[in-house]
């Protein structure tokens, strides 16, 4: 007996709202051949898989298939998905098979892959053996290394990933939260030198620079996207500003004996509001208005005087920058579909999970004396109140 329905949905937890199921894709209509469609329906719209806890105990996210036959309802999940859809003969179907494999851990996972899952609906395309999608990594901040895959989908509904050559190699990068905003896919190299006071400030200002060119990019984007002038006007204030961070940030490492690097162009890219809403998401609402915290915290305990009165300036600026991200959030949201709604969230709970990987990191007390950087132990404290205070800006 065919199904009468199903729906592909995804479970979105991102630790301070409630558990919300956003459907991506429907087909058929629920529990139309169900002897007692009321019921039908009633466990049709609470139908959702065990919950699964992080070890924080958090619900994680889940992604399942719901479907209806008759007054049957059930749920599928992983690679049952693909089995379950077979023969797999559309597009939709070959992108669910995928999705549903990677977002249950069972193939090769989302971090080691470096893209979020919904950047695969609609892009896979008949092949000889069944649907074939290349996929380059993008979207997730600028230490997202470019890797590209080959997803080929069978018939049968069972998938394998190919790997191809990397559009762009990436070098070993951490996350430096530092210096303001920077764009998807800047190549951002560590300094050998980081962990002394003048390769660190040479750092900062290699990230200023860069920074520069993300504000200046920004503003492309929302012009591109009609967004307001107001909005725009102040993201060119903004690559000003970083201009001046730069200027600045070289001072002080000259001062401490180091020359920063000359920094270098990300690639191009199409403008959309997916793109948008993302990067600005883990860009400015996530690491810039994370570093201007920090910025804050150096202007008042960083020994050295110079260092302070920079970062007093500099702090101010941020936090004017991360105000910004929120409200082009608030504009681009606006504009977004559920589906870029979703993305756009998991995107922030992604570059959460990195900025909190990255706090347990002890900056050497040379950075922390002179520099006036917080310790781990400081800079977790620090984010409790910090997430709280972004949360609400997010609202
Ligand atoms: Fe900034
Ligand atoms: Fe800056």
Redesign the pocket.
């Known amino acids: 007996m065919p199904v009468d329905a199903l729906q592909l949905r995804v479970d979105v937890n991102d630790m301070y709202l409630p558990v919300e199921a956003v459907v991506f894709y429907r087909q058929g209509t629920p529990c139309s051949s169900a002897p007692d469609e009321a019921s039908c329906m009633s466990r049709f719209a609470n139908a959702r898989p065990a919950e699964v806890k992080n070890e924080n105990g958090l619900p994680l996210n889940q992604e399942y298939l719901v479907y209806s036959r008759g007054g049957e309802v059930g749920v599928v999940q992983g690679t049952a998905v693909g089995a379950f859809l077979a023969p797999i003969d559309n597009e939709s179907e070959a992108t669910a098979t995928v999705f549903y494999s990677i977002t249950r851990g069972l193939a090769p996972s989302f971090e080691q892959l470096g893209f979020a899952p919904g950047c695969f609906l609609g892009q896979f395309k008949p092949s000889p053996a069944g649907f074939s999608s290349i996929q380059e990594n993008h979207l997730d901040g600028f230490c997202s290394p470019r890797r590209r895959v080959r997803y080929d989908v069978d018939r049968k509904g069972t998938h394998k990933v190919v790997p191809l050559a990397p559009a762009m190699p990436v070098p070993n990068c951490k996350l430096p939260p530092i210096?303001?905003?920077q764009s998807e896919g800047h190549p951002c190299e560590r300094r050998p030198d980081r962990d002394e006071v003048g390769g660190f400030f040479a750092e900062?200002a290699e990230?200023?620079a860069a920074?520069v060119g993300a504000f200046l990019q920004l503003e492309a984007e929302l012009r591109a996207l009609a967004a307001p002038r107001a909005l725009r006007r102040r993201a060119l204030r903004?690559a000003r500003?970083?201009a001046s961070?730069?200027r600045w940030?070289r001072a002080l490492a000259g001062r401490f004996g180091k020359t920063p690097r000359r920094p270098r162009r990300g690639p191009e890219r199409t403008i959309d509001v997916a793109a948008v809403a993302i990067e600005n998401v883990v860009e400015g609402c996530v690491f810039?208005a994370w570093?201007a915290l920090v910025?804050t915290w150096q202007a008042t305990h960083a020994r050295d005087e110079n260092v302070r009165k920079t970062l007093t300036r500099?702090a101010e600026?941020?936090t004017r920058?991360a105000a910004l991200s929120f409200d082009i959030a608030r504009w681009l949201a606006m504009r977004c579909d559920d589906q870029t709604a979703v993305l756009v969230r998991a995107a922030r709970a992604n570059a959460l999970g990195r900025l909190r990987a990255h706090l347990d990191e002890e900056p050497p007390s040379e950075l922390q004396s002179v520099a006036g950087l917080p310790s781990a132990a400081i800079a977790k404290k620090l984010y409790v109140a910090w997430l709280e205070a972004t949360e609400r800006m997010a609202s």
């Open positions: 210096g303001g905003r900062c990230m200023e920074s903004s500003d970083e961070h730069a940030m810039e570093a910025a500099v600026d941020e920058h």
